[in-house]
């Protein structure tokens, strides 16, 4: 098990599914890449950028409903992959007592992030991809196009979740005006060749009930 951060965010333009980043704080070179949905994914955005709504959104009324209660998020993990989808794991602390909460990622990152818990995710459930390994194939495929000139690129997989290309949230596009860095550009490279199951370790979920 690992501490990650997320990283970024980018939206799969074959699947229309948000890709959420997230990166080893030890190590950001090592990205682990989940597919999440769009209300979730925006739910991050806001979070992230630090936008305030006039009335409290899903994870705003969580969050409140969490500490009306007297407790508070001690952490979030995603500690397996069944049936195609990613399980995640929210714990809960009240009166020094941890209270585990099955979770989608998506949902459990949301609420880490506003109680400003560690994120934490299983390194054999979710595949990482090393930067600068990526790096070093983009520059091989690069290489091979130019000695095949006929051979055209495939057009970009995921777009940044930025201002042109975000409608669902008012405002959104005006408080979320960073470019797309340099990881993005090569992240989404990779992406054109990969699919969402790709990701997840093929012997997991086996035997289980």
Known sequence: MIEVKVKNIGIDSIT???VLMLVDINNEDDIYPIW???PEAEGIIINQAGIKTPRPLTYE???NIIQTLGATVKRAAVIDYKNGAYIAE???EKDGEEIKIDSRPSDAINLALRFNAPVYLDENVVQKINLKDLQKAIK???SEKEVLPEET???ENVEQLNEENISTVEELERETTDEVDKELEEFRKLLDKI???DFAN???GKNKN
């Open 36 to 38: 999440i949905g769009l």
């Open 202 to 204: 093929p012997d997991l």
């Open 16 to 18: 229309g599914s948000p």
């Open 195 to 197: 699919k969402p199951e």
């Open 90 to 92: 929210l714990v809960l």
């Open 153 to 155: 690129a495939q057009e």
């Open 140 to 142: 091989k495929d690069e």
């Open 61 to 63: 009324l969580v969050k």
